[in-house]
């Protein structure tokens, strides 16, 4: 894909965690390698998902797309500006243009305030730094608008967090999220913690707010069947690297990494003859530690596919070469031999 248009542009992103040891003289003795390298680009109006196992970096990219880590290395650019690169009180003023959705509805909103509070508060901090052209009133109507946007009676207003349901919390996170009118929502997880019957729902008022407020989303998810249908593309990651990434169609139809196919094959199919004749693919061993320095493909020690050169060698994320198992659709890139050159 190409980075012209691209609202977000991440590239080489690094974030390490020192791992120390000592009671009284602290040393650190390695690191742990939570995103290993990675590069992506996200388009205006586009929703890209993340997706992998527990623990492999996705929820961490998108707390250091955010800013909410530090980088250990690489640039996240945001319409051409490096975040990275911004002091305090930039960066302050460019998240008026990026927000979160997090993943627990519970513990993302203060128990203390009121829904009108939450939703106003982040108007109130930039209105009064002067940052946004906006009085009490207008203020007022904007928490009455966005209300009504995410499905929440105005009548709600003088709640508390304590007195929703799971999903109408979820709702007020999202509205709070949508105060600032931000470009891009990085949304970790913001499904995963509700009933089946109420994911859909939410991920519905989700697309519904991305076609009303022209919204990019960054959509964090381990379920791959949500991420099919709220994505335009998705990216697997694994052990901190993007091993796959393509439109949701092509990758949901023509998986061509192992480890995609293995996480493909595990998702339950609705036709119960199909789903008892189909063969899952079994992935030998455990998920690798992140702090352990290794040459190589990451996903070696667990593919049934593995070559002599993987293990000496890191492939590139890089569209097929001509002539592999399928054609693949255009964007589809993959981090592996077996669909690359010498």
């Known amino acids: 894909m190409s980075a012209e248009g691209a609202l977000l542009e991440v590239s080489g992103l690094k974030v390490y965690f020192p ?45 250091a797309v955010a800013r909410l880590e530090a980088l250990t290395a690489g640039k996240v650019l945001f319409e051409g500006r490096d975040l990275a690169a911004l002091n305090p009180t930039e960066l302050r003023r460019a998240r008026k243009d990026f927000q979160l959705v ?74 709070r999220a949508l105060a600032l009118g931000p470009k891009l929502i990085i949304a970790d997880e913001p499904v995963s913690a509700l009933d089946v019957s109420i994911q859909s729902q939410i991920l519905n008022l989700l697309k519904d707010l991305q076609r009303q407020f022209n919204l990019t989303f960054l959509f964090i998810a381990h379920d791959l069947a949500v991420v099919e249908y709220f994505c335009d593309r998705i990216a697997v990651m694994y052990l901190g690297r993007i091993v796959e990434i393509a439109s949701s169609s092509q990758l949901n139809h023509m998986p061509l990494h192992p480890y995609t196919r293995a996480l493909l094959s595990a998702v339950p199919l609705p036709d119960p003859a199909k789903e008892r004749s189909r063969k899952r693919l079994i992935l030998k061993g455990d998920v690798p530690s992140p702090s352990i320095e290794r040459a190589g493909c990451p996903f070696r020690e667990r593919c049934s596919e593995a070559m002599e050169r993987c293990a000496h060698e890191a492939p590139r994320l890089s569209p097929p070469a001509p002539g592999g198992s399928g054609p693949a659709g255009p964007g589809h890139e993959v981090s592996c031999f077996l669909y690359q050159g010498n």
């Open 19 to 63: 791992v120390e040891k000592g009671i009284i003289v602290r040393k650190r003795v390695g690191w742990v390698r939570a995103v290993d390298g990675v590069d992506f680009q996200v388009s205006r109006g586009e929703s890209l998902g993340l997706v992998g196992e527990s623990g492999c970096g996705k929820s961490t990219t998108a707390m």
């Open 102 to 175: 997090f993943q627990d509805p519970w513990s993302s909103l203060d128990p203390r305030m009121r829904v009108r509070d939450i939703i106003a508060e982040p108007m109130q901090i930039f209105a009064r730094r002067g940052e946004l052209d906006l009085d009490g009133a207008a203020i007022e109507a904007r928490v009455a608008s966005l209300m009504e946007s995410c499905g929440l009676s105005k009548s709600f207003a003088e709640r508390y967090p304590h007195e929703f349901s799971g999903g109408q919390r979820q709702r007020v996170g999202i509205a």
